[in-house]
């Protein structure tokens, strides 16, 4: 990876070069999950766009909004859990950014934490940040303290992530059922959307 050491060197070719190769290490951070992540995601925020009078003019930014929220949720999660599974993805998954030498441990880090950052910030924009903060504590600990490995711990976690999901309702007011999610071909990762699809709504973003 490139790193920016000065302003004389800062040329827009550099920055470009910059952009890219950030671009790419996201992608390969990501790559593996957005299946499980942004594209259920997406699909609750059509779904909760579909479930009120369908506004075509607010879907573009709804598609905007929701792809941007659900694709830092989808690299908090994974960066960390890379971070976590560095030595097993040696073996397994040697193409990830960490084991293939393309990002050191302090460079995904730094990463995990701008992600994290922007991650929240999205989240009080749309008026979701209680859940926002409160997924980044549950992928904390899973990933971090490894309690995802405690049969016990995982239990309740699973729980949060589950009230995350299924909230209470839809800005109108209309319930989820979240039986009907897992009849969905494509299911989260780890699945707190429905409150976060309310703020979307609710703000028309």
């Known amino acids: ?44 925020v059509l779904a909760a766009w579909h ?11 709804l598609i905007v909004w929701g792809t941007i929220y659900f694709w830092l949720y989808c690299t908090t999660f994974c960066i960390s859990n890379q971070l976590a ?5 040696r073996l397994n998954k040697p193409d990830r950014p960490l084991p293939s030498g393309l990002v050191s441990r302090r460079g995904a880090f730094v990463r995990w934490i701008i992600a994290m950052v922007l991650f929240a910030a ?11 903060l409160l997924w980044q504590v549950t992928l904390t600990l899973h990933n971090f303290a490894q309690l995802a490995r405690h049969y016990l711990v995982q239990e309740p976690l699973d729980g ?12 109108d007011g209309t319930a989820i059922d979240p039986r ?7 299911t989260c990762h780890h699945p707190a959307v429905a409150r976060i699809i309310a703020g979307l709504a609710r703000y028309g973003r």
């Open 122 to 132: 999205v989240g009080w924009w749309l008026g979701v940040l209680e859940w926002t």
């Open 160 to 171: 949060i992530w589950g009230d995350c999901a299924t909230g209470r309702s839809l800005a």
């Open 180 to 186: 009907s999610v897992e009849l969905a071909p494509c």
């Open 51 to 61: 479930s009120q009078n369908p506004d075509w003019a607010a879907l573009p930014g």
């Open 1 to 44: 990876m490139h790193i920016l050491t000065g302003i004389p060197a800062a040329t827009p070719s550099r920055w470009l070069d910059v952009l890219r190769s950030e671009i790419t290490l996201y992608w390969k951070f990501n790559r593996y999950d957005i299946s499980a992540t942004v594209m259920p995601g997406m699909l609750f």
């Open 85 to 89: 599974g560095e030595v097993e993805d």
